[in-house]
């Protein structure tokens, strides 16, 4: 029965497949145009899929074991299962092949079945739960199928029984893991996964790369950001497809953790009931915190804010790219938020708390608190430092950003010029000619205030000659480096780097040019990671080498580097300040409580100010570029390095 059978199941479920897989890229069209290179796309998906994906998937060794069993042995069977039993090759090799790819899936099978006989909190339930039986349907279904076919069972072994029992498991497994792959079942994620890595809207990622600068608006454009799904680029809507709710983003998400309204899994779930339209009701993992699931509705020309999500959720998030940084199958999920949030700051001019003042401030004063900013360089007043409109060049240009009217931050920037000086540095600051960096307004949804302020700022910096920026801003450095070279003239290009003081300190050490007295401070020193220094811009190791050089023992917390949890300054989340159950600062602090530490060194002026805001008793706060002055053995230059002695620090450039 099977001879005739079997290939009429597998011809059936190929074409109402196909159907499906049709239908779910019309719905991924109906996005906005976005250009893609096809055959070049295709192409590196393979290794997309081999290296990059299993690079993040293997920080989960279990889950990559299951993976590798589980999809491997699937796509191997595939191919053999279409040779052997639809197109009757009837070759005993292949036919083994076949048997020995069902047996690796079957042991991908068995451990997934473990891993959902208990499963994490932050995996989805629901259909996701039948999976290991539908992996285990089809596998043992069709191994038992192949024995013949290999040689090992004569045919027409255990009669009609055995037959109907088999014809029950295959359309069981192929009903699962193909038909369902197609018409958005929980293997929906194999098929949009694999073209989601193809046409990926940032390409730069793959192969060790990295992009991090958000995309720029046109801002001509008939509507400013995103009010409904097909307001999104059709390969974001690919890319919400291609969600596996594994939950790592929620596992790592702050805003999460601390009971704000958001959950990044449960968001990237919302845009694809939009794009496909219908409700939440389907789905089965951690709600947003203090909502409900199934009271969602969407449709792919249908608002999303107020249907599908509040505006909460939106202005919850820290933009701290945890959760881009854990998804196996590298879903932008900040991208999608900002692109929300455009809409709702530019177009509807509903930007919640402070927000609004804020962007008034940074429209009329070119910062976003409202100082005179005449009074940028005030704090500068007793530190004899040279301006470039007076001087024109130098080798390096002090970015002050705005912690120029923070007393707190002041202190850090009077350290870094103290260690310049030291090294003999030639360096000099703009003055009142610098403006904010825009950094704020672009994460708040006002990409026109931060083109403005890009704009005026690069016109600045093209009247000047230098080799280097350094500031101690992560936030200003992100901009610096990664987004302000899109709005550089047509005819030119950046013709400096940027670098984060820490980076640079660094350098200077390893070029001999700090020497230190023996450290004296606290005896257990931690450090934290600031995201827009870490997980933006990859650079985890110069803080520590610099607190090394000082003979500073560094006690790691267990969320640090790539894992590092935001102090929950970023994203302008401290001027939306939504409400939740806890405080972030609050839940860092009390990570660096568990190292024992009496003294947590920073490289952020954030994030020294939201974790000296933590209430009781909490380790002191310092920046490295603090630490470092304080250790300084001094020896002032005379005169200014020649210039083959400068600084210069060649570093290969980051997307």
């Known amino acids: 029965m099977l001879d005739w059978l079997l290939p009429l199941l597998l011809g059936i479920v190929l074409v109402l497949s196909l159907v499906g897989m049709l239908k779910r890229v019309r719905l991924w069209r109906a996005g906005q145009p976005e250009s893609v290179h096809l055959i070049r796309g295709m192409l590196a998906m393979p290794r997309r899929y081999l290296v990059d994906l299993h690079h993040v998937a293997s920080r989960d060794k279990y889950m990559a074991h299951t993976h590798i069993a589980t999809a491997g042995g699937f796509v191997l069977s595939m191919v053999l299962i279409l040779a052997v039993h639809l197109f009757g090759f009837h070759n005993r090799i292949l036919a083994w092949g076949l048997l020995a790819a069902l047996v690796l899936m079957f042991s991908g099978a068995v451990l997934v079945w473990k891993r959902r006989r208990n499963p994490p909190a932050r995996l989805s339930k629901g259909p996701w739960m039948r999976l290991p039986k539908s992996l285990l349907a089809f596998t043992v279904s069709f191994i038992l199928v192949t024995l013949p076919a290999a040689g090992i069972l004569p045919a027409g072994t255990g009669g009609w029984l055995l037959?109907?029992?088999?014809?029950?498991?295959?359309?069981?497994?192929l009903g699962e893991l193909v038909f369902g792959m197609a018409w958005g079942g929980p293997m929906k994620h194999a098929f949009a996964g694999a073209l989601h890595l193809a046409f990926h809207r940032r390409p730069e990622r793959f192969g060790g790369g990295r992009s991090t600068g958000l995309k720029l608006l046109d801002l001509d454009a008939p509507k400013l950001g995103v009010e409904k799904p097909v307001d999104f680029k059709w390969n974001q809507l690919l890319g919400f497809d291609a969600c596996v709710q594994c939950g790592r983003c929620e596992a790592v998400c702050p805003a999460f953790a601390a009971g704000q309204?958001?959950?990044?899994?449960?968001?990237?779930?919302?845009?694809?009931?939009?794009?496909?339209?219908?409700?939440?009701a389907g789905y089965h993992g951690s709600p947003y915190p203090g909502k409900t699931a199934g009271q969602a509705q969407g449709a792919p020309t249908q608002p999303i804010v107020g249907a599908l999500l509040n505006t909460d959720t939106l202005w919850s998030c820290t933009t701290c790219r945890a959760c881009v940084e854990e998804c196996p199958m590298m879903i932008e999920h900040v991208d999608a938020i900002v692109d929300m949030r455009r809409f709702q700051t530019l177009e509807k001019g509903q930007t919640p708390n402070k927000g609004a003042e804020v962007l008034d401030n940074l429209i009329v004063t070119d910062n976003p608190n409202g100082f005179n900013p005449q009074h940028r360089t005030n704090w500068a007043a007793d530190q004899n430092l040279q301006f470039m409109r007076d001087v024109k060049q130098a080798d390096v240009l002090f970015w002050v950003s705005d912690g120029a009217f923070d007393m707190r931050s002041q202190r850090i920037l009077k350290s870094l010029v103290k260690i310049l000086k030291t090294a003999g540095v030639n360096f000099a600051i703009l003055g009142d000619e610098e403006l904010d960096s825009g950094d704020l307004a672009r994460r708040l949804g006002d990409d026109a205030t931060f083109q403005r302020l890009a704009k005026r700022n690069i016109a600045t910096l093209q009247k000047y000659q230098f080799n280097t920026i350094v500031t101690t801003d992560p936030h200003a450095f992100h901009c610096l480096?990664?987004?302000?070279?899109?709005?550089?003239?047509?005819?030119?290009?950046?013709?400096y780097q940027v670098m984060h003081h820490s980076t640079f300190i660094n350098e200077l050490v390893k070029k001999g040019k700090l020497s230190?007295?023996?450290?004296?401070?606290?005896?257990?020193?931690?450090?934290?990671?600031?995201?827009?220094?870490?997980?933006?811009?990859?650079?985890?190791?110069?803080?520590?080498?610099?607190?090394?050089?000082?003979?500073i023992t560094v006690v790691e917390m267990e969320r640090s580097k790539f894992r590092s949890r935001c102090c929950g300054g970023g994203g302008g989340a401290p001027i939306t300040d939504i409400p939740g159950e806890r405080r972030i600062a609050d839940m860092r602090m009390d990570d660096i409580r568990e190292t024992g530490a009496e003294l947590v060194a920073v490289g952020c002026q954030q994030c020294t100010a939201m974790l000296e805001g933590v209430v009781g008793e909490r380790a002191e706060v310092k920046d490295i570029g603090e630490l470092v002055a304080e250790a300084l053995i001094e020896q002032p230059q005379t005169s200014a390095p020649a210039?083959?002695?400068?600084?210069?620090?060649?570093?290969?450039?980051?997307?």
């Open 481 to 495: 480096k990664n987004e302000y070279p899109d709005l550089y003239p047509a005819d030119a290009r950046p013709d």
């Open 261 to 280: 309204p958001l959950n990044p899994k449960k968001l990237i779930q919302d845009m694809v009931v939009g794009l496909a339209g219908g409700s939440d």
């Open 643 to 655: 210039a083959d002695d400068s600084v210069k620090i060649v570093q290969p450039e980051v997307a």
């Open 163 to 173: 037959a109907t029992l088999l014809t029950l498991g295959i359309i069981w497994g």
């Open 516 to 551: 230190f007295k023996a450290y004296q401070g606290s005896d257990t020193v931690t450090y934290h990671d600031p995201c827009y220094l870490g997980r933006y811009n990859g650079e985890y190791e110069a803080p520590r080498e610099v607190l090394a050089a000082l003979g």
